[in-house]
């Protein structure tokens, strides 16, 4: 016999998949979507469809092995969070064009062509097929395998992401200076400054989707590397905390105690969606700064020289900081070093070009006792917040660059 409380959690877990579809039933049709939601019958047809999916989902969905039905919890809101990437898509640069109209429609163009081009997904299929094959490569850590996979992958999400967008953005914009095409939109109501930001920010969307959709292929793999490792003791204590404060939540949102192990299952992947999310986050803040120096670069160059500038800057970001400590600790021992050109044009190169050793996520991986989350949040958010500032920079220098190019 079916409980009340099982009836309600099984309409509730409908009513968020039936939400999370709504954006996706719009883009397929937005006439008729506006239609049917100001049809009475459509709603009572809605509300009878989620009573029915509610009672078949608290039947077949149910089982009194806890474990079995955590797993069933975490399989849902992997569905859920799929959806949630669909809305993306979907409505991150609608929202973009109602803020920002004229700005807005260049970037809803370029998100348009940075997706449905070939290379997209391309990068796509071979950022997964690399996250898929690192779970069964042997590191030869002697155990910690798993946090060696974790700092691949996060890193294979970023370069992946970083290519398609220095690569869409020395193209895109390249070439409609170079072919003309630029000087068609400027000549409506669209200022060199919409169509510049514009740009930027519809190829950075794109490229925030692909990274949304790696970080999706990541979160399984790392559910699923244990199970290659059974001698590994995998214990990732990040998604962990964040469980501690969303398992509540959860539960409110899933009520009823037959329920309550369906609920940790949720809780259990989107803990660990949030937790990956400081990676994420941190490896996107790269690709804002890379994109937004490619951008400025694609207003002068040829696409081949902004992919070698490009190239270079990223090496030489993560490379300065190094070769500043090494030529110090040499000068130190050493007063009559031949490095001392070397050391100048280290701090040089780390003083000019963005700190990007700073959106490093290996030294939180590999550390072994508890890192404190919260105030881990604030310093991403702070790094986060310098890779916006260094954008800006990097934009405000391509405006410059731009303004005096001769379009026609």
């Given amino acids: 016999m079916i409980s009340m409380s099982l009836l309600l959690a099984g309409f509730l877990l409908s009513l968020y998949v039936f939400v999370a579809f709504l954006p996706i039933y719009w883009a397929f049709g937005a006439d008729s979507f506006r239609q049917s939601v100001k049809s009475l019958s459509f709603w009572g047809a809605a509300f009878g469809g989620l009573l029915v999916s509610g009672a078949v989902l608290a039947f077949f969905g149910y089982?009194?092995?806890?474990?079995?039905?955590?797993?069933?919890?975490?399989?849902?809101?992997?569905?859920?969070?799929?959806?949630?990437?669909?809305?993306?898509?979907?409505?991150?640069?609608?929202i973009l064009l109602l803020v920002w109209p004229k700005g807005g429609a260049v970037a809803l163009a370029a998100f348009r062509e940075g997706w449905r081009q070939p290379m997209f997904w391309v990068l796509a299929g071979a950022g997964a097929l690399a996250i898929t094959v690192s779970m069964v490569i042997p590191y030869f850590t002697f155990g910690d395998d798993y946090k060696m996979m974790k700092q691949l992958g996060f890193d294979t999400v970023m370069l992946f992401a970083v290519l398609f967008a220095v690569l869409a953005s020395s193209i895109s914009i390249n070439e409609e200076i170079e072919g003309r095409t630029a000087i068609t939109v400027i000549s409506k109501p669209i200022t060199r400054r919409q169509f510049l930001i514009g740009k930027y920010f519809g190829i950075l969307l794109a490229a925030a989707g692909l990274t949304l959709i790696l970080s999706y292929v990541l979160n399984w793999?790392?559910?699923?590397?244990?199970?290659?490792?059974?001698?590994d003791e995998v214990k990732d204590q990040m998604p962990l905390q964040v469980a501690e404060t969303l398992t509540p939540f959860f539960m409110t949102l899933i009520p009823g105690a037959e329920a309550s192990s369906f609920a940790v299952g949720v809780s259990a992947w989107f803990s660990e969606v949030f937790a990956h999310g400081f990676g994420m986050l941190l490896g996107f803040g790269q690709v804002m700064v890379l994109l937004a120096i490619s951008t400025a670069l694609a207003t002068r160059m040829s696409f081949i020289i902004n992919i070698v500038i490009c190239g270079m800057i990223f090496l030489l970001g993560h490379l300065s900081p190094i070769l500043v400590q090494v030529t110090?600790?040499?000068?130190?021992?050493?007063?009559?070093?031949?490095?001392?050109?070397?050391?100048?044009?280290?701090?040089?190169?780390?003083?000019?070009?963005?700190?990007?050793?700073?959106?490093?996520?290996?030294?939180?991986?590999i550390r072994d006792n508890t890192l404190d989350l919260w105030p881990f949040a604030t310093y991403v958010l702070t790094v986060f917040g310098y890779a916006v500032i260094y954008s800006v920079i990097g934009l405000l220098i391509g405006l410059i660059l731009f303004e005096d190019r001769d379009l026609a």
């Fill in 221 to 231: 793999a790392l559910h699923i590397k244990p199970m290659f490792d059974k001698l």
């Fill in 328 to 365: 110090q600790n040499i000068a130190q021992s050493n007063e009559g070093s031949p490095l001392v050109i070397v050391g100048f044009l280290a701090q040089l190169f780390d003083a000019v070009l963005p700190a990007l050793e700073f959106f490093n996520m290996g030294p939180v991986i």
């Fill in 63 to 94: 089982n009194p092995d806890t474990t079995v039905l955590e797993e069933r919890g975490r399989q849902f809101a992997s569905i859920l969070h799929k959806m949630l990437i669909v809305d993306f898509f979907i409505l991150a640069p609608e």
